[in-house]
Nanobody
């Protein structure tokens, strides 16, 4: 059974930073692409970023390029999303995902962590 757990969400002012983390309880973690998705109120869940199992390749949504950085530590079954220069439009519940491609999610999801960007 695969379990994913996110942490690191919170309330931050515009221009601020947050670092999200996701831990996976799965031995398959290290051979799978990891991704971050988000869902704002009243909107569909959307792709944010993904990273290959080697950590050598990453893909980002245009809306976060240059501001967000995805990384992973396979020895700890962890993936991270460093979010800088946050704007109110980044407000959403952020989910980590295991097993998808660079833009299409896999079947495993965490429970989500709330990020609120507000003055």
């Amino acid at each position: 059974q695969v379990q994913l757990e996110e942490s690191g969400g919170g309330v931050v002012k515009p221009g601020g930073s947050l670092r999200l983390a996701c831990v996976a309880s799965a031995t398959i973690f290290s051979i799978n692409t990891m991704g971050w998705y988000r869902q704002a109120p009243g909107k569909e869940r959307e792709f944010v970023a993904a990273i290959s199992w080697t950590g050598n390749y990453a893909n980002y949504a245009d809306s976060v390029k240059g501001r967000f950085t995805i990384s992973r530590d396979n020895s700890k079954s962890m993936t991270y999303l460093q979010m800088n220069s946050l704007i109110p439009e980044d407000t959403a519940v952020y989910y980590c995902n295991l097993g998808g491609t660079f833009t299409v999610p896999g079947q495993y999801w965490g429970q989500g962590t709330q990020v609120t960007v507000s003055a």
